[in-house]
């Protein structure tokens, strides 16, 4: 198993996850953003729910990602092919709108990433389940976002 680099150190982390437990307190579920404003100004509009739209967002915004994004297409496309059906590039072209949701707010996709990256770097199984509840969380706003 290879080892994943993360960003920070153990003073940033201490901070963050001091910061974490005041704003998840055990026993508590994440707060949902109710307005876009929450998380600041957008770095760029909302891209056309299109694969170009969403493809240029990402490149814009996440460019390591589109190596992900081109094989999980390819395999949304063999599915929707194999089964007759538009449902798999439907589900694909929203996931991703979901993650440029995420992506083009900064502050948010800080909080987002932040949350996923607690597993890997938490020995407090409790921290580590609180982490993966905001993520989960955002994901979901993220979609509901784009689906309005």
Do not use: C
Not at 24 to 37: D, F, K, N, Y
């Amino acid at each position: 198993m290879s080892e994943t680099v993360i960003d920070i150190d153990r003073a940033d982390y201490s901070e963050w996850r001091a910061g974490f437990a005041r704003v998840m307190p055990i026993g508590r579920e994440p707060a949902m953003p109710t307005a876009e404003s929450e998380y600041g100004t957008p770095v760029m509009p909302r891209p056309e729910r299109t694969i170009e739209g969403l493809r240029r967002a990402v490149a814009l915004l996440a460019p390591h990602w589109l190596p992900e994004m081109d094989r999980s297409q390819r395999e949304a496309t063999a599915t929707a092919l194999k089964i007759n059906r538009l449902d798999p590039l439907r589900a694909w072209l929203r996931h991703w709108a979901a993650v440029v949701e995420i992506e083009r707010h900064p502050d948010l996709a800080f909080r987002y990433h932040r949350a996923e990256q607690v597993d890997t770097i938490s020995d407090d199984a409790e921290i580590r389940a609180r982490g993966v509840r905001v993520a989960e969380e955002l994901m979901r706003a993220a979609y509901a976002a784009v689906e309005t």
